[in-house]
C-alpha cells in the first residue's frame, strides 16, 4: 500500500469515527440537559463523557484533517480546513467540514472557557450544536461515497435516527414543560393532591371550604378565640 | 486577625437540580426532596475537598455553583451586603421547631 | 376621590373621634402631619388639590440641603427605607454616589403587597413631596434619569394613579423645576413586583422577578449603571429632611427609629385608613385591639401575627416588636376579629404567596406550595399531625434557599401564625373550630395565570 492510499484510508476512517462520536456527543448533551442518565452510571458521567467525548472527536477529526490534506492524490490547501469552500477539490462538500469544523472549534473554546464568559454568552453559543452536527453528516455523505452503501450507510442511519430522536424528546419535552409562571400553580396542584390523598386514606372526607360548619365548636367563645 | 473562609454558594434562579453536584461532592452537598441541592452547614469548604468543589462547580450544567471568599470576622450590617434584616425569633417555639 | 380622603386620617384622633394630643400642631414644623396633608384639607378635599404645586411650595417651602449635605443630614436624622427592609438611607445614597459614573434613581410605588396601600395614598395626596424626594436624591447621587414604579389601578380601584401623577409632573416642568427626566413605568400587580432587582429587571425590559443578588444594583442596575432603588415614603421623607434638616426629623419618634411612617390599618370591620403616625406610637392607639380582636398582623404578608394581649402592650418599633418575633415592615397593620378562623386566615394567603413565586428557584416553587397544602389541611377542623410534621420539615427545607426573601417571609408568617393561633391548632385537632365565619378577612391578590402576568 503506498502512503498515499494509506493516508487516503486514514482520513476516510478517522472521519467514520469522528462522526460516530459527535453523534455520542450531540445525544450525551441532549440527555444532560433534559436531566437524564444513562443507565448504570451516576449523573456527572453524562456530562463528564460528554466532554471527554468531544475532546476525542476534536482528536479524531484533527487526525481527519491533517491526513486529508497531506493526501497528494488530492489537492486540498491547508486553508479549506477552516475557511469554508476553499478547497479546489469539492470545494462545497469540504466547505461544509470547514463550517462544522470551525463550529466545533467555538463550541469547545467557549466551553472551556465557561466561568469566565458567564453562563448567558456559554448557552447561547452551544445552540450552534443543533447546527454544526447535520452540517457534519452532510459533510460526511458528500465528501465521499463510502457513506452510502453497505454497512457504513446504516452506521450513518443509525447515527441519524439517534439523533432524531434525542432531538425529538428534546422538543417535546421544552414544549410540554411549564413556563415559570405555571410552575408554582403546577406545585401547588400536586401538593394539594397529595394532602388530599392523605385526607382520604385518614378516612375523612376532604372538605372543600374551611371551617367546615359541621364542626363548629358548642359554645361561642368570643374572646380571645383559640389562643394560649 | 481575619482569616478568609471559602464558601460554595449556589445560585437558586440557574439551579435547575441537575443533581450531579450532589454525586461529585457528597460530603457537602446532599439533594432535598425535590432535586435541589442543600448545602451543609454553611458551606464551607474544607481544603481536603477543595479540588473536588472545583470539579463540581467546572461541571455542574447550568454553572450554578460558585465560591466565593468571605472573612471569618462575624458580619454584621455593614455595608450593602445585607439588604434586608430578619427579626430575630429567640426562644419562641415557633422558632425552634420550624428551624428559622 | 373623595373616599379616599375620608379614608386618611392623623394620629391626633382617637378611635371614638376625640383629640388624642391637645398640643396644636403648627403646620411645617416637627408635628404631624409630614408626609400627609393637615387632617382638614384630607377630610374635605379630593387629590387633585394636591396637584397644586405652588400650594406645595407655600406649604414646605424651598429645599435648603442639596447633595452631599443631604445624605449627611439623612445619616444624622437615621432615616431609614419606608419599604419593610429599612436600611439605612444614607449608607445606599453614598454607595451609588461613591460608585463613580452617572447613576439612576428609581422610586418605588410598587406596594404588591395586598394590604398596603400606603404608597398609593401617599402619591394621590403628596405627589410633590415625593417627587421632590426623587429630584433630591438624583442630585445626591449624580443621576439624569429617575423612573417612577407604580401600580396604575392597583386596589384603589377608580381614577388612574398614572394619569395623576403624570399630571403632578406636568405642572412641575410648567413651574420650571427639575432637570431630572422621570418617567413612570407600570409595574404588574405581583407580590414580588416591588423586590428592588424585580423592579430594576422590569425597566431593563425584562419581567418583574427578582434576579440573583450578587450583583448589586448598586453597581450595576438599570442599563448597568448604579442604580438607587427607594420607597416612594422614603423619597418624601427625604425631601422633607432636605427642607427642615436632621434634628427636624428626629423631633419625633423615637431615639433609636425616629421620625414617622404611614402604617396601613385594618380594622376588624374591615375599613382602611392610612394613617401617618410617630414611630413608637403604642399600636392600640393605631388600630383597634378591643376584646373582639383576637391578633393583630404587624408588617404585612411577609411579617408577623402577634396575640391581642401582646399586641396591647407594644408599640409600633422594632425595639418591641422584634423580641415579640414581628417587626413594621411596610407599617400593615391588620386587626383579625375574633369571629374568624385565623388558621383558615393564614392558609389562605399562604396559598397566594405560593402562587406569587417567581418560578425560578426549586425550593421556592416547590416548598411554598407544599407548605401552603399542609398549611389548608391543619386550617380544617381534623386532626392534621401529619401535616403539621411535614410542615416542619418542609419549612426547614425552603428557609433561605432561595434568591429573594419571598420564602423566608412567608415561612414567618405562617410560623407567627403556628405560635399564635396554637390554641385554635388544637381545636381542629379535637374536629372543631372556633371561628363562626368563613368568608375571607385578609385581602388577597389574583393569580398569575400566564407569562404576560409578570410584565
Redesign the interface.
Known amino acids: 500500500m503506498t502512503s498515499s492510499t494509506a493516508l487516503w484510508y486514514a482520513s476516510r476512517a478517522t472521519g467514520v469515527a469522528a462522526l460516530v462520536l459527535l453523534t455520542v456527543v450531540v445525544v450525551l448533551g441532549i440527555t444532560?440537559?433534559r436531566?437524564g442518565r444513562l443507565p448504570g452510571l451516576?449523573?456527572?458521567a453524562t456530562?463528564?463523557l460528554h466532554r471527554s467525548m468531544s475532546l476525542l472527536a476534536v482528536a479524531f477529526i484533527a487526525i481527519h484533517v491533517v491526513t486529508a490534506i497531506a493526501d497528494p492524490y488530492v489537492t486540498i490547501g491547508i486553508a479549506a480546513a477552516v475557511i469554508p469552500f476553499a478547497s479546489p477539490y469539492k470545494p462545497l462538500w469540504l466547505g461544509l467540514g470547514a463550517i462544522s469544523f470551525d463550529m466545533i472549534v467555538a463550541l469547545i473554546a467557549t466551553s472551556l472557557a465557561?466561568?469566565r464568559i458567564g453562563?448567558r454568552t456559554?448557552r447561547a453559543v452551544h445552540w450552534l450544536a443543533y447546527a454544526c452536527w447535520p452540517v457534519a453528516v452532510l459533510h460526511s455523505i458528500g465528501s465521499s461515497t463510502d457513506l452510502r452503501t453497505g454497512w457504513l450507510l446504516i452506521l450513518t442511519i443509525c447515527c441519524c435516527a439517534a439523533v432524531l430522536a434525542a432531538a425529538s424528546w428534546r422538543i417535546g419535552t421544552a414544549i410540554t414543560a411549564p413556563?415559570?409562571?405555571?410552575?408554582?400553580?403546577r406545585?401547588?396542584a400536586?401538593?394539594?393532591l397529595?394532602?388530599a390523598i392523605?385526607?382520604s386514606t385518614?378516612d375523612?372526607d376532604a372538605?372543600d371550604?374551611?371551617?367546615?360548619?359541621r364542626?363548629?365548636?358548642g359554645d361561642?367563645?368570643?374572646?380571645?378565640?383559640?389562643?394560649? | 486577625m481575619s482569616e478568609e473562609t471559602t464558601r460554595l454558594q449556589v445560585n437558586p434562579i440557574a439551579c435547575s437540580g441537575h443533581g450531579v453536584c450532589a454525586e461529585l461532592l457528597p460530603e457537602l452537598i446532599t439533594l432535598d426532596e425535590w432535586g435541589y441541592p442543600v448545602l451543609a452547614g454553611d458551606g464551607t469548604v474544607p481544603l481536603w475537598l477543595m479540588r473536588e468543589a472545583r470539579r463540581a462547580i467546572t461541571d455542574c450544567p447550568a454553572l450554578a455553583l460558585r465560591l466565593t471568599s468571605v472573612p471569618a470576622v462575624a458580619s454584621g450590617r455593614g455595608g450593602l451586603r445585607e439588604s434586608s434584616e430578619e427579626p430575630q425569633r429567640p426562644g419562641r417555639a415557633g422558632a425552634a421547631k420550624l428551624g428559622t | 376621590m373623595s373616599m379616599l380622603a375620608a379614608r386618611v386620617f392623623d394620629q391626633t384622633r382617637s378611635q371614638d373621634g376625640q383629640p388624642v394630643s391637645r398640643r396644636p400642631i403648627p403646620a411645617g414644623e416637627s408635628g404631624l402631619p409630614r408626609l400627609l396633608p393637615p387632617a382638614a384639607q384630607l377630610a374635605a378635599a379630593d387629590p387633585r388639590r394636591s396637584l397644586d404645586f405652588t400650594a406645595h411650595l407655600a406649604r414646605h417651602g424651598l429645599p435648603r440641603f442639596r447633595g452631599a449635605a443631604l445624605i449627611e443630614q439623612a445619616g444624622s436624622a437615621g432615616l431609614t427605607g419606608r419599604g419593610g427592609a429599612a436600611f439605612p438611607v444614607a449608607i445606599k445614597l453614598a454607595a451609588v454616589a461613591g460608585a463613580g459614573r452617572s447613576a439612576i434613581v428609581v422610586g418605588n410605588a410598587a406596594e404588591g403587597e395586598p394590604a398596603s396601600s400606603k404608597d398609593a395614598a401617599l402619591l394621590w395626596f403628596s405627589p410633590h413631596l415625593v417627587l421632590d424626594g426623587l429630584q433630591a436624591a438624583a442630585e445626591a447621587v449624580g443621576a439624569r434619569t429617575a423612573y417612577l414604579c407604580l401600580h396604575a389601578a392597583g386596589r384603589q380601584s377608580g381614577p388612574d394613579l398614572a394619569a395623576h401623577m403624570r399630571a403632578a409632573l406636568a405642572s412641575r416642568s410648567a413651574a420650571g423645576t427639575g432637570r431630572t427626566g422621570v418617567e413612570l413605568v407600570e409595574a404588574p400587580p405581583r407580590f414580588l413586583a416591588g423586590e428592588e432587582t424585580a423592579l430594576v429587571a422590569m425597566i431593563n425590559g425584562g419581567a418583574a422577578r427578582p434576579r440573583d443578588k450578587t450583583r448589586r444594583v448598586s453597581e450595576r442596575g438599570v442599563e448597568g449603571r448604579p442604580t438607587l432603588v427607594q420607597n416612594v415614603e422614603t423619597l418624601a421623607d427625604l425631601a422633607l429632611i432636605a427642607r427642615h434638616g436632621a434634628a427636624w426629623f428626629r423631633s419625633v419618634g423615637t431615639a433609636d427609629e425616629p421620625g414617622s411612617m404611614l402604617c396601613t390599618v385594618r380594622d376588624p370591620g374591615g375599613r382602611v385608613r392610612i394613617v401617618e403616625t410617630a414611630l413608637g406610637t403604642p399600636l392600640h392607639r393605631l388600630v383597634w385591639l378591643g376584646d373582639d380582636v383576637q391578633a393583630l398582623l404587624v408588617g404585612g404578608y411577609h411579617g408577623g401575627w402577634l396575640a391581642a394581649s401582646s399586641a396591647r402592650q407594644l408599640s409600633l418599633s422594632n425595639a418591641d416588636l422584634r423580641p415579640a418575633g414581628a417587626m413594621i415592615g411596610a407599617g400593615v397593620l391588620v386587626a383579625l376579629p375574633a369571629a374568624y378562623c385565623g388558621l383558615a386566615e393564614t392558609a389562605r394567603v399562604a396559598r397566594s404567596l405560593a402562587l406569587e413565586s417567581a418560578g425560578q428557584c426549586g425550593p421556592c416553587f416547590n416548598g411554598l406550595p407544599a407548605i401552603a397544602a399542609a398549611l389548608a389541611a391543619i386550617a380544617e377542623p381534623r386532626p392534621a399531625r401529619q401535616e403539621l410534621a411535614n410542615l416542619m420539615r418542609w419549612a426547614g427545607l425552603v428557609a433561605g434557599r432561595g434568591a429573594c426573601h419571598h420564602p423566608d417571609g412567608t415561612l414567618r408568617f405562617v410560623a407567627s401564625a403556628l405560635d399564635v393561633f396554637a390554641g385554635e391548632i388544637a381545636e381542629h385537632s379535637r374536629s372543631r373550630c372556633t371561628a363562626m365565619r368563613s368568608d375571607q378577612f385578609l385581602p388577597l391578590q389574583a393569580a398569575a395565570l400566564a407569562e404576560s402576568d409578570w410584565r
Open positions: 444532560a440537559s436531566r451516576p449523573r456527572f456530562t463528564s465557561r466561568a453562563r456559554w413556563g415559570r409562571a405555571q410552575r408554582p400553580a406545585a401547588l400536586a401538593a394539594e397529595s394532602t392523605e385526607l385518614a375523612r372538605a371550604q374551611w371551617p367546615d360548619p364542626y363548629r365548636s361561642h367563645r368570643l374572646t380571645g378565640a383559640g389562643t394560649r
